[in-house]
């Protein structure tokens, strides 16, 4: 039952952004023309590892690393699994300790919690009110058996920036591999692997309106991996499988334009997103805001509205033609409160109520304001309903 | 999700039927609990062994306020011992059917309304309903 | 260095089929259409959904499974990787041992290997002269602890289609798993899961003219199997990840049209890869075809040109404008004499001048007599050159 | 792979320098086995300790038949102790680079070549080149 409202306002860039059109029309072109195998010996074949191994480059250069580093994947997941599972099976002789922290992706949670069934221990580190892994912990938790520290950029559903140099610093100190989950960061900010110093990062093209079914999987010149895909030769034999050619032209050419629009996007989401975290803290009583105030992502508000429930909202704005997420993206089928919420120390009632707003760089000020004079009725409504909504308060 | 949901459920969703508080219920129920996302509370008014006025309020999902909303018209002018024949089947059918993540917000809606028939036999006769207890939350596939 | 040739024949199929014009079209509109998160409550979320599900009929319907049995994947090696360790995986408490075939591709003979190290044991089936797996042969290897057979429809190098309906009945009779590498097969020639009784099935979109990146895992109802890629609640929980949307749309596509459009292209096929055999044994001098003469894949032409080697015919064949492939298309920088030529009990110096000639829905008479006219003069220049030529017979 | 192929190493590939039998050479070498997939042999004509005269034969990929062309070469008209010095980095050098996991085919020129100073020093003086031995196939990478 599609939704007849007149304004679409998709605020849900953070599960996915739309491509961009030079992106498709790059994807387009490189799907009919490089479909040769790249591995044989044949003009067609050039044509392909021509295509791959130009928007390899170009990935490459988005995050300072080089093109070997670049190993393709087909979903950040992917990236995730491989670069933990993976390394930690590489250094498993070193020691079995491994250094994560609550509130990473369930891509990276799961990974670990299958390692720990196999042995290995994980120090899940917690994050302060705002959501910020502290350095200081990373440092303290590092034992003799460390080998691995993973750790996530920005988390989606707080969008909190976390200080990735400074821990990259101590990990390096100690000679750690330091993985890091950057998905919702990686052509959005600033990110270089080199003054990060990170080992591994995980990077996604549908975060920065690339295509879905592609993402890559930076890995630092000299860290041994277990490849997690088997078979045949390509990636430099890290990667088995016919690489996806729609998709790596289409990331290539999404990186291209990240590295280039990044900035311009930066300074027009910035004020977009405050203004709409201040209309939210200022027409919804007893909203809170989740995440960091402002060392935050570009385009990422989020918050608690109390007493309701996330999908209900959700659905009352969708039917005004309001995108946004509720909890997290990747598995609002769970129907659990969000991990991360609930790691800020929010209620886990409380925590059911959080709404991700998520805006891309095409948004303007009137879809924020679309969303302020939309969502305040929408609230009114279900407090009516909602048992919680405490009586002295009457529905407002 | 929202292609999940029948114009049936989102009928009750978006006019939620009997919402509401209610001046002196002659019995309340209350089930559910904030950390699975949803609680439901009902309230009945009884006359003569017959369910005379329902209203309930909700926490939770369009599922969770659909299934709330559909118990209030199956139970309305039912005497105590029909309204306890209904079951979570009854209220999945009643909204031509729910996703299957969702049915516990069926269980929900058998539950919140036996939770207040317990509570008005509790009042009247001094027993529940015999043997009655609300499901296991563990059963409702959070 | 590409070459200038003015006939273009593209003979490397069996590696990778050029998208049909169709599917790309398909692909440009839903990859402009579905953006929004399929997870996510919203009617972007849903048009997403419907495209997946859409896609997800068509794939079953090609192999005669229901969609909720097809879990999307990256490529035909993810499949075979998540139907192999994860079935072994889901079943080992019942036993651990494995039957597959001495000619199976590297994305399961990898898996194995790693399986074997694991603690498993497998037992690799030969082949006859002709490439085909006697299905008495997989009778005799069952043992009480056997829990899984994993076979190739037809293998990529030698294209004979195997008898995996006999051997179906002889698995699903003793309650194993079967599991059938269908990507050369799967959207080629006919092929239905309930009347082959295989559990699960490997096939990819690039083999019937949907892009590359994408493939599938057929995973019977009941089928249980652990997860390889783990995260989100995508595909059921089954697979976790952002679903490739420019991907799946495409496969959906290609599938519809494979089961339209196969028994025409096969007609179309089997006399231009019979007229290419027989011209390769009539105008070649110590050729020998590889597979089955009659009972293999509808475009494909595959054989050893003795005293010479394959990387070297490619080249040449590529200076003409002809791209083919010498032994695995996935390995070919192994350098390594195919194992599946050697199974056949061919010698390694032969093994080393096959060729394989796959041929798409769109050769013609034409490219074959062009074929057939370029490469006997190169085959004489490499002989000429070759000490393993025998002098006797001088150059021809 | 094409593409990974300089001009310099296609040119010998489609244009091989001295390939072909020689009538009585004065020294043969031969090189390589048929599993790995490559075969050299070179047959070299030596007048007052010069090689005036150099063939070869060889079955293999792009990169050996250019790696044999370049040798014949390089060795056209040296005497045999500057013959001895060739190393398979002169090839790769003279090819102007090879593909990493072509290198191999480059110190099998080498081999090729010295094998056949090996056979002319043996025919000539009774004893082969002092302590030399070909590379292992082990090493090429296969
Ligand atoms: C029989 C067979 N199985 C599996 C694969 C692997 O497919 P992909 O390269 O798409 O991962 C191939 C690829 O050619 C194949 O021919
Ligand atoms: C921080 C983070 N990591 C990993 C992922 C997983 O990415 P994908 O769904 O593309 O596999 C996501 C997806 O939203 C994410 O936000």
């Known amino acids: 039952m599609p939704t007849e409202a007149k304004r679409k306002v998709y605020f849900d860039n953070m599960a996915n952004t739309p491509p961009d059109h030079r992106v498709i029309e790059t994807m387009l072109l490189q799907t009919k023309e490089a479909f040769g195998n790249p591995l044989n010996i044949h003009d067609f074949g050039e044509k392909t590892a021509e295509v791959i191994e130009s928007s390899r480059k170009n990935v490459a250069e988005l995050i300072g690393a080089t093109p070997a580093e ?54 899940y580190l917690p994050v302060d009110k705002n959501g910020v892994i502290n350095s200081q912990a990373v440092a303290k938790a590092i034992t003799p058996e460390t080998i691995l520290v993973t750790l996530t950029h920005a988390s989606n559903e707080i969008g ?62 000299g860290t041994r991996i277990v490849p997690f895909l088997v078979g045949g030769t390509q990636e430099e034999g890290k990667r088995a499988g016919t690489q ?153 | 999700m929202v292609e999940q949901y029948n114009p049936t459920v989102m009928d009750h969703f978006m006019h939620p039927r009997n919402m509401g508080d209610m001046e002196n219920p002659d019995g309340v129920g209350h089930i559910g609990n904030p950390q699975c996302g949803d609680i439901m509370e009902m309230y009945i008014k009884v006359k003569d062994n017959v369910i005379i006025d329902v209203k309930f309020k909700t926490f939770g999902c369009g599922a969770a306020i659909a299934s709330s909303s559909i118990v209030t018209e199956l139970v309305k002018g039912k005497t105590i011992e029909e309204a306890l024949k209904i079951t979570n089947q009854q209220v999945v059918d009643a909204l031509g059917g729910l996703p299957p993540i969702k049915r516990h917000c069926s269980v929900l809606g058998e539950d919140a309304l036996k939770s207040a028939i317990d509570d008005y036999l509790k009042k009247t006769t001094g027993k529940g309903i015999e043997g009655w207890q609300p499901h296991e939350e563990e059963e409702h596939a959070h």
């Open chain 1, 244 to 396: 996806n050619i729609p998709g790596i032209s289409g990331m290539g050419k999404a990186a291209e334009l990240a590295k280039q629009e990044m900035n311009a996007r930066s300074e027009k989401l910035i004020p977009l997103r405050d203004r709409l975290l201040k209309g939210l803290t200022e027409k919804i009583d007893d909203f809170f805001i989740t995440g960091h105030p402002t060392n935050r992502l570009p385009g990422h508000a989020s918050g608690v509205v109390k007493y309701i429930e996330g999908e209900s909202m959700s659905m009352l704005l969708n039917m005004e033609g309001i995108a946004v997420s509720t909890g997290s993206a990747c598995v609002s089928k769970a129907l659990k409160a969000s991990h991360v919420v609930l790691a800020l120390g929010v209620s886990p009632e409380d925590a059911h109520g959080s709404l991700v707003f998520s805006m891309g760089k095409d948004a303007s000020v009137e879809d924020v304001d679309y969303v302020l004079a939309k969502l305040p009725p929408i609230v009114k409504r279900l407090r009516e309903m909602s048992p919680l909504y405490p009586k002295k308060k009457g529905a407002k």
């Open chain 1, 70 to 123: 670049i190993i393709f994947t087909s979903c950040g997941s992917e990236s995730n699994n491989f670069a933990i599972r993976g390394i930690a099976k590489a250094y498993e002789k070193k020691g079995k300790h491994i250094i994560s922290s609550a509130i990473e992706h369930f891509s990276v949670l799961q990974v670990l919690k299958a390692l720990e069934k196999e042995g290995f221990k994980v120090t």
């Open chain 1, 160 to 221: 909190t920036i976390e200080p990735i140099a400074e821990i990259g610093k101590i990990v390096k100190d100690k000679g750690i591999i330091f993985h890091v989950d950057a998905v919702q960061t990686a052509g959005t900010i600033p990110l270089n692997v080199a003054e990060f110093q990170v080992d591994a990062l995980t990077l996604s093209a549908n975060l920065f309106y690339g295509p879905t079914g592609i993402a890559a999987l930076y890995l630092k010149k």
